[in-house]
């Protein structure tokens, strides 16, 4: 059986806030640790049947990009729902959620 293996690096400042976030996977073609600004991570705990979340943003990231991540997050999601599952009525409804968030965000800096 074959194994892979992703890995988290977080460097925290005196607050504990993170200032660094790093990764690495084994099939990663560059093979070592790529900075990163964001991690969402969900897993699902299957016995409780419940999602145990990790949401980490570097202190340094903007917050529209910050926004476009969350939106971009959803859209992934539902392509993930519609290739595994073939739901594709939950998938519309994300993508359509997804679609109303990047407007809103372009709206946003738009008024800036």
């Known amino acids: 059986m074959r194994h892979a293996e992703i890995r988290l690096s977080i460097e925290l400042d ?5 200032d660094k976030i790093f990764w690495s996977a084994t099939d990663s073609p560059t093979g070592g640790l790529e900075e990163t600004k964001a991690i969402n991570l969900s897993i699902w705990d299957h016995r409780r049947k419940e ?11 903007p917050v529209d990009e910050m926004k476009r991540c969350i939106a971009d997050t959803i859209m992934g999601m539902a392509e993930t729902v519609r290739t595994a ?14 679609r109303k968030l990047f407007r809103h965000i372009k709206e946003m800096h738009s008024a800036k």
């Open 51 to 61: 999602t145990m979340r990790i949401d980490l943003w570097a202190k340094d990231l």
């Open 85 to 98: 599952t073939d739901d594709e009525v939950m998938a519309a409804y994300m993508e359509e959620l997804a």
């Open 14 to 18: 005196e607050q504990n806030v993170p």
